[in-house]
């Protein structure tokens, strides 16, 4: 059962533009919500969270934004840079660090 | 402070075959968490371990297995390979703090190809 799900596999924007990375998720009782970004030939790093209790949280050119009653997230980032080609994971974590489930990802790429 | 390591790298094993991979935790972390990667599936959880303890598992059968040691290093196993076991896997550490997110840090994994 996929419980967080990232139905892009891939999203392609103009550099100095805005991406939009989308995320579901089906269980309620999930205490956070993570992006996470990776390159080619690394692991995932960490790049945003948000506690279920919040709707919005801001970190530099990232902001990502829950919506409980719709189980989704999204993550936005603006403007968009070539730097930030990569793929993004969505991922949902209890509070205790137990299990985190990860989305399958999408791919972003921004042209130059 | 040194990164999260991986040991081997790179692997290459035949159907049936067992393999072991082993994970280096950041100094101090104590909690590690391994996760396999492949092509459209995304990061699938394996499990997480804490002070020696398996304290949550994923939907894997049970030919993975897995191990933590007293100073936090860990390892899994998977006995009896498939073609299908070929993949990216993932080992990730955190400082465990409750009540709080707790950051993941990732290795850059181990790529096992089964032939």
């Known amino acids: 059962d996929q419980q967080v799900k990232q139905n892009s596999p891939s999203l392609s924007v103009q550099e100095g533009r805005i991406s939009i990375l989308n995320c579901d998720y089906t269980?309620?009782?999930?205490?956070?919500f993570l992006w996470y970004k990776k390159y080619p030939a690394e692991g995932p790093t960490f790049l945003i969270s948000?506690?279920?209790?919040?709707d919005k949280n801001e970190d530099g050119r990232f902001t990502v934004f829950l919506n409980k009653s719709a189980k989704h997230l999204s993550l936005h980032i603006v403007p968009s840079q070539p730097g930030d080609s990569a793929v993004y994971f969505c991922?949902?974590?209890?509070?205790?660090?137990?299990?985190?489930?990860f989305g399958a990802g999408t791919r972003l790429f921004v042209k130059a | 402070k040194a990164g999260v390591t991986q040991t081997p790298r790179y692997l290459i094993k035949t159907r049936g075959q067992q393999v072991t991979l082993s994970c280096s935790p950041i100094?101090?972390?104590?909690?590690v968490s391994w996760y396999q990667q492949t092509p459209g599936q995304g990061l699938q959880f394996l499990f997480e371990?804490?002070?020696?303890?398996?304290?949550n598992k994923g939907n894997f059968p049970g030919r993975f297995s897995g191990r933590q040691f007293s100073n936090s290093r860990s390892e899994m196993n998977v006995s009896t390979l498939e073609l299908g076991d070929s993949a990216l896997y993932l080992c990730?550490?955190?400082?465990?703090?409750?009540?709080?997110?707790?950051?993941?840090?990732f290795g850059p994994g181990t790529r096992l190809t089964v032939l």
């Open positions: 100094s101090g972390h104590r909690s």
């Open positions: 991922a949902a974590s209890d509070s205790g660090g137990f299990k985190t489930i």
């Open positions: 990730a550490s955190s400082f465990p703090l409750a009540g709080a997110y707790n950051e993941q840090f």
């Open positions: 948000i506690s279920s209790i919040k």
């Open positions: 371990y804490f002070s020696e303890t398996q304290r």
């Open positions: 269980n309620s009782m999930f205490d956070y």
